[in-house]
């Protein structure tokens, strides 16, 4: 037990090693770039067809934004892609909407986060495993670093 705090808080710092002659450095970052993320009614509000969603973002690092929905009936389609530095930021920037069409229920909307641009592969289609789709479209992009963060909203 004694053991097991010096060797969690070594794990979850930085580290260096020294090797005769040369030094090896490794870092473990469990910080979240993504701090807010949701529709600007609350995760969980409900929207009717025709009406407009807009999200709250918050990043800690500047980078690259994919917003991506998922219907009810699994379609799933890219919202946007787009450079944002740190800080809050309003989605949709500028003049532009997202305006609800159906199908009505359970609307998923997911940021990822990404280091670098997010590449030509887009997230569009029925997928019967989205996270294998999702580590496709990461490894495309080159991305060193990324995040996938969820909300949720209702149209009826």
């Known amino acids: 037990m004694r053991l097991l705090f010096p060797l969690l808080a070594g794990l979850l710092s930085a580290c260096t090693v020294t090797l005769e002659g040369f030094t090896l450095s490794y870092r473990w970052d ?3 770039v993504i701090l807010r993320f949701e529709p600007d009614r609350g995760a969980g509000a409900t929207y009717y067809v025709g009406e407009e969603v807009r999200f709250f973002l918050t990043l800690a690092d500047p980078g690259w934004i994919s ?3 998922i219907d009810p009936d699994g379609r799933t ?3 946007d892609r787009l450079y944002l530095g740190r800080g809050t930021h309003v989605l949709p920037p500028g003049a532009y909407s997202y305006t609800l069409t159906p199908p009505r229920g359970l609307q998923r909307v997911r940021a990822i986060y990404m280091d670098g641009p997010p590449g030509s592969l887009r997230l569009e289609g029925v997928y ?3 996270d294998a789709r999702l580590r496709v ?3 495309a992009s080159g991305a060193r670093h ?3 963060v969820e909300t949720y909203f ?3």
């Open 128 to 130: 019967t495993d989205w």
């Open 30 to 32: 469990f910080t979240p």
């Open 77 to 79: 389609y890219e919202l």
């Open 67 to 69: 917003l991506v929905a």
């Open 154 to 156: 209702y149209v009826r």
């Open 137 to 139: 479209y990461l490894e």
């Open 146 to 148: 990324y995040q996938v």
